[in-house]
């Protein structure tokens, strides 16, 4: 557990490559107006990762946001950090062209992190047999893409344990993120020390339950004690534990808000009265059916 304020806000990935620990999420914002503001709010506010997904409808968006806004915060293409995944329709023996389709809707020549979205295939029932067979088809599409630099870095999400064995022992190239839920109601042990053992990034979405975490009293209190918000305090208790978050808001003073990470420490006491939620609450999908 980092014990410092001033602790690095990025996490280094097994491409040899730093990953910021603070993005912003991207579902649900629409539209180029909606975007271009956000992503101005959140390069203003020092964000410089952005995690994106086919199945947003927004990759062409963003991307266009970041070719307008970029030069405003005097930065270029390689000061960002873009992730982006695969959507579940594309799994399969449409994989490539599914990843090539996202390269090509954010217009981009590379995208930092690219990610199998889901474990399952759409319009198979998750008890359906070519599942398995249909990642490891995308995951050889996604290392092809790597091998040729398009792809930086590869990885996966909502992966249960067994698909993350299932995935490291027939890979050429190793995973290097693992994106799923991860909040104190949802503390993910078993896959945290599966992604250790592996030496996969662990990082959370829904920090903030989908919003409804913020107003748990149990998290106010925690937030009161220490002078912050509780969304504050619910993104720090990830990234003090070195997992990256990726807070999403359409609002500007809330991105704002939400970027303010790492100028104070939770306690040993608060860590532990947050992870005491646990209690293996989803507020997503669940993936743990599919085989
Ligand atoms: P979240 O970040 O946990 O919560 C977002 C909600 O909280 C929004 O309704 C937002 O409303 C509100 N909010 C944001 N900041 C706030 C603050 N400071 N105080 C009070 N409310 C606040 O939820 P999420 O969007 O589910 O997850 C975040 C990102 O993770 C997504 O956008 C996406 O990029 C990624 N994700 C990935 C997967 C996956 O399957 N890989 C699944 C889910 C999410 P406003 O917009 O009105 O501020």
């Not at 730093?18 to 975007?35: A, H, S």
């Not at 086919?54 to 970041?66: C, I, M, P, S």
């Not at 990470?261 to 997503?284: I, N, P, V, W």
Request: charged share 20%; hydrophobic share 40%; proline share 5%.
């Amino acid at each position: 557990m980092s014990s410092s304020p001033s602790s690095t806000s990025s996490v280094l990935l097994n491409t040899g490559v730093q990953m910021p620990l603070l993005g912003l999420g991207t579902y649900k914002l629409w539209g180029p107006e909606d975007v271009h503001r956000a992503v101005d709010a959140a390069l203003a506010a020092g964000y410089r990762a952005f995690d994106s997904a086919a199945v947003y409808k927004n990759e062409a968006d963003l991307g266009r946001a970041l070719r307008e806004l970029l030069p405003k915060y005097g930065l270029t293409r390689e000061d960002v950090f873009i992730t982006s995944k695969l959507g579940p329709k594309d799994q399969g023996e449409k994989a490539m062209q599914g990843a090539l389709h996202s390269l090509s809707q954010l217009d981009l020549d590379y995208i930092d992190l690219y990610l199998i979205h889901w474990p399952g295939t759409q319009g198979l029932v998750v008890a359906d047999q070519r599942n398995p067979g249909n990642r490891a088809e995308s995951w050889a599409a996604l290392e092809e893409l790597h091998s040729q630099g398009r792809l930086k870095a590869i990885g996966v999400s909502n992966y249960t344990p067994a698909h993350m064995r299932e995935l490291v022992q027939t890979c050429r190239i190793s995973p290097a993120v693992l994106q799923v839920e991860f909040h104190p109601r949802l503390c993910q042990a078993e896959l945290r020390s599966v992604c250790a053992e592996y030496g996969v990034c662990f990082q959370a979405y829904s920090s903030l339950g989908k919003g409804e975490l913020v107003t748990d009293p149990r998290v106010t209190e925690v937030a009161k004690n220490c002078a912050r918000t509780p969304a504050q305090v619910l993104l720090r208790w990830a990234v003090q534990q070195d997992v990256p978050v990726l807070p999403k808001s359409s609002n500007a003073d809330r991105i704002k808000e939400n970027a303010r990470l790492f100028d104070f420490t939770l306690s040993d006491m608060d860590m532990d009265r947050l992870s005491a939620l646990d209690c293996g609450h989803k507020y997503c999908w669940d993936p743990s059916e599919v085989v």
